[in-house]
């Protein structure tokens, strides 16, 4: 039996952990910073006077600040990168995470900042003290630390770049052909979040091919446009360029981008194929255009400027999901905190051409709809989904979802037997399934709204997934409280959401993988190639087994189950066809 | 007779309060930070560790900080601010003037600060102390002040922007048509620095209309495509819209976009005559898209990022010289520090395109070629002028003038008896003058190279001067530092430059004003609208008198001398139809 307590550590790991969740539950995004009205961005707002007026702070020791040596502050530094940016970001000034800045934390005082740290929060803040992760030190050590400003952190341009960039195997000692038996595009990257690796698994043997050295933690794999590239990054920022042509896959060309990321992705433009890859930071906040062949960083952009809507400068917009246009030279980027998508031209990187879409704050992840015309990206704290018209360069929609933190991942294209085509998404903070309709021309009555909600196993879920050639919508629920229901998915009939109530069928997954120990959760369904399999990953501690479990689309019987000791911690998994295509 | 000591005052004066000269001598420039190779920016270079290693440094007073107080603190940065952040910038990081970053100015220490502040040096820092300009006092704590890290100035975004935006005649009740017997297209607005007023003057019986309160020191004056309307900005960031149909013409609205600010200008491409304002800030580093009929703040830009070369991160791009194209709807807008030109696409603000074209550091100010097609702009510190075509939005040549720190101000357009039209602009940091071929498809061998190199009277000159109906080019130096120079302006006739060494004429303008008090600089010809005379400022001290000298261009006689007890300080003189019609 879990406890509230234990629950939320579960969502606090995932929070910051899975590589495949950027945010945590709704709840905490929904929190008040105290004092600070209904926006986090607010904590920071500067209270402005010219500098003809000349009301700046001295610099310098304050009468206020607590004791804290150089090296407790180093400690205490390390550990906030490690455990508290993610949702609260490096500078403080919260996102998915309430704002932690010196005017908020001194209101609250230091007392109140250690009980909040050992006991947390009901609302998503963990219980550091009381889930043993942090030592009774460690938190008061923090909570000194968060009392006094917090350092800028150090800036990684381009010579920080290349002095990471390394080239393993230059273009011209690369094969030729393809040099080994593998069915690429059935081929799927595998995260093994834990152990920094990812594995490559064939789509119809099931066989791990090879397991390759990356980054920590790897968010996401693309594939570049010809098949022949895999790019994945780390949470650490680190690139790594493989060679799905030599005789085992390796790297070729590695790059480290900053010091935390989440995206990456590669030009998909007819002409472009394969010739830049580009990666987006969460710190600092930049994007870099790199060689497609060698990641040799061209270009650098930061992304620092005013929020779309209050017009206040914020110092740190992190860079979330990267999406390729197949209609335009252009990759599509998304600047959370200033909630502003950004289409950067690469045509001509020396006279970069960028169109910054005011959308909505708290840009996150999204996908194409099955024309892969319009990019639909969830604006998660916010509860809204925005969809660019990636032909015309423009905002054609921004509309609720109707639940709490939607977290589409790329969400699901679906043949909605009434709406026609519809595009999905499950949510962080409920239990509901939002299906929009996708079709301006077929359907106009139904484009860019939510026509139909789902209920499906319960909140937090992260994934949905369809194929083109399926009848069915998978939902997993990985963050929920329930262990029951993170052992589990729901599959809905696309053919019969005509019914008022449309109900789910549950996969046991965790008990398909016959795993006992631990608390598996089932996490992001994906598809082979034919469409006629969906694997899922069964994610357990780094200690314990692991598996990946493949259902049968046709029968929803369980197919094969994947062990392997070399299988830890797996998270995401990219088919290399359907990633390279956009399928989904 | 000057010393050297003085003449350096003077320069200072006007390096940093001169409105229509941005930048020190060349020679300032050219000097390099102790211990930082040959470039300023190289000085904040920041050295990297990854996050996860954490090499930080801890905020607060640490051992090696002055003792300093609050009062002494805040004065000292409003002194900076005053006097040292036009050439140091905000953030210290240097430009015009070196670095002053604690690990330059701790390796140097109180005492050399201290001389160096009070004496000066032959590079173009000024003689603050022995000119009398600072205390003994003052210097003191500036010497402490600069010991320690720079405050981080505030930002100023929409919210800052809005409480001083006013409305003061909405646009209903303004007239429908011209209500006054002005003669606006040969109207003259002249900068009055020191009372923070521009002068509206009658190009045909020299006229005040009125004087209007406005921002400190104007920097420019700009007309609305139609002529209706003259935005002007002071140092200040104020921005003030005239309106030229009102019986007596007067500020309609006003704003305040930074605290610190050179440049406006307005939409004159076809369709978009008198849509939109744009304004550019020193700090904060951005650029703000206005209603061109209220000042309503629209988009505010941040131009913080990447230099355009080393691609490292700069926390203070300032904003330059802003042009607009006529022939897209785009502002042209200079960033300094990164050296990049940004084509601002205006129609459609929501989604706003920029081009960023990478070009070269250090860009200052410029102006269009005869066909108003390519933008000529110089990157002073680097030598270098850069040509955008306007119409096809890209770099088309980037080249070096052959002298010490271009400053072109517009420049002006010449049609040279062998190379055809040339674009020609002066130095402030030798007496060279350099024309610039701008016609490649009449004299393609020419285009974009030095065809031919003038010597004026000497170095320190600001502006050029000539119009297409003239024959003659005009050289200022209100900078040398002999007062006989400061005095004078040379006249090249067009028609005879084909000769070996072209000879110039002196014009003894501070003669014809019969002006024997102080030492008047005579700065900035600038012609009426039917081109048959150029007007001269004597810009004396604002306790004696100044003029405004008028020279028939086809005589090169004197035709009349404007006195007035309202003119205060004259710098800056903005012909409406010349500057409107872009004609230099």
Redesign the interface.
């Known amino acids: 039996m879990k406890t509230i307590r234990d629950m939320r550590s579960l969502r606090l790991l995932a929070s910051i952990a899975l590589p495949l969740a950027l945010a945590a539950t709704g709840a905490a995004a929904q929190e008040k910073p105290k004092g600070h009205g209904d926006d986090p961005a607010a904590a920071y707002?500067?209270?402005?006077?010219?500098?003809?007026e000349?009301?700046?702070?001295?610099?310098?020791?304050k009468p206020e600040?607590p004791v804290i040596t150089?090296e407790e502050?180093?400690d205490a530094?390390?550990l906030y990168?490690e455990r508290c940016a993610g949702c609260h970001g490096?500078l403080r000034k919260g996102a998915t995470g309430k704002a932690l800045t010196p005017d908020i934390t001194r209101e609250n005082g230091y007392e109140y900042l250690r009980d909040f740290i050992t006991y947390g929060s009901p609302a998503g803040m963990p219980n550091w003290g009381t889930s043993g992760d942090l030592s009774d030190e460690q938190i008061d050590v923090m909570a000194r630390y968060l009392l006094?400003?917090p350092?800028?952190?150090?800036?990684?341009?381009?010579?920080?770049m290349l002095k990471t960039w390394k080239v393993l195997v230059a273009p011209a000692d690369r094969p030729t052909e393809k040099m080994n038996d593998i069915d690429i595009d059935n081929l799927f990257s595998v995260t093994l979040r834990d152990t920094g690796q990812v594995a490559l698994i064939d789509g119809a043997t099931y066989e791990i091919h090879t397991v390759i050295d990356t980054g920590y933690a790897v968010h996401i794999s693309r594939i570049s446009a010809s098949g022949r590239y895999l790019y994945v990054i780390g949470r650490?920022a680190k690139v790594n360029m493989i060679d799905l042509w030599m005789e085992t896959p390796a790297t070729v060309a590695e790059i480290?981008i900053g010091?935390?990321a989440r995206s990456v992705e590669t030009s998909k433009m007819e002409g472009w194929e394969d010739k830049y890859a580009i990666a987006g930071a969460y710190?600092?906040p930049?994007y870099v255009i790199m060689d497609g062949d060698t990641l040799e960083?061209k270009?650098?952009?930061?992304t620092?400027?005013?929020i779309y809507d209050?017009?206040?400068?914020h110092p740190e917009p992190r860079v979330a999901a990267i999406v390729a246009s197949h209609f335009r030279p252009e990759f599509i980027v998304n600047v959370k905190e200033t909630g502003k998508i950004l289409l950067v031209d690469y045509s001509?990187i020396?006279?970069?051409?960028?169109?910054?879409?005011?959308a909505e704050r708290f840009l996150h992840d999204g996908g194409f709809d099955s024309t892969k015309r319009y990019f639909l990206t969830a604006a998660n704290a916010r509860g809204k989904v925005a969809v660019i018209d990636t032909k015309e360069?423009?905002?054609t929609a921004l509309l609720e979802t109707g639940g709490e933190t939607p977290h589409p991942g790329r969400g699901a294209n679906l043949n909605h037997p009434v709406y026609g085509p519809v595009w999905a998404t499950s949510h962080l903070g409920d239990e509901t399934i939002a299906l929009i309709g996708t079709d301006p021309e077929g359907h106009p009555d139904n484009a860019w709204k939510v026509v139909q909600q789902l209920e499906g196993l319960g909140g937090g879920s992260l994934f949905v997934k369809s194929h083109p050639t399926s009848n069915h919508l998978y939902v997993d629920a990985p963050l929920n409280p329930d262990a029951e229901v993170t052992a589990s998915i729901a599959v809905f009939k696309v053919d019969e959401l005509d019914k008022e109530e449309p109900e789910y069928t549950v996969l046991p997954i965790v008990e398909w993988a016959g795993i006992a120990e631990g608390q598996p959760r089932v996490v992001q369904g994906e598809f082979n190639q034919a469409g006629d399999e969906i694997w899922f990953s069964v994610w357990n501690a780094k200690d314990l087994v692991s598996a990946i479990v493949i259902v049968d689309d046709k029968t929803l019987e369980l197919k094969h189950v994947i062990k392997d000791e070399r299988l830890v911690t797996p998270t995401g998994k990219f088919n290399v066809f359907n990633t390279r295509q956009d399928v989904y």
Chains 1, 2 share one sequence.
């Open positions: 707002s500067p209270s402005m006077t010219t500098l003809g000349l009301n700046v702070e001295v610099p310098g020791r600040d150089p502050f180093q530094n390390t990168f490096v006094i400003e350092p800028a952190p150090p800036e990684f341009g381009m010579p920080e650490d480290k010091a935390e710190w600092p930049q960083p270009k650098i952009v930061s620092r400027g005013m209050s017009q206040e400068y001509d020396e006279n970069l051409k960028v169109t910054e879409i005011e360069g423009e905002l």
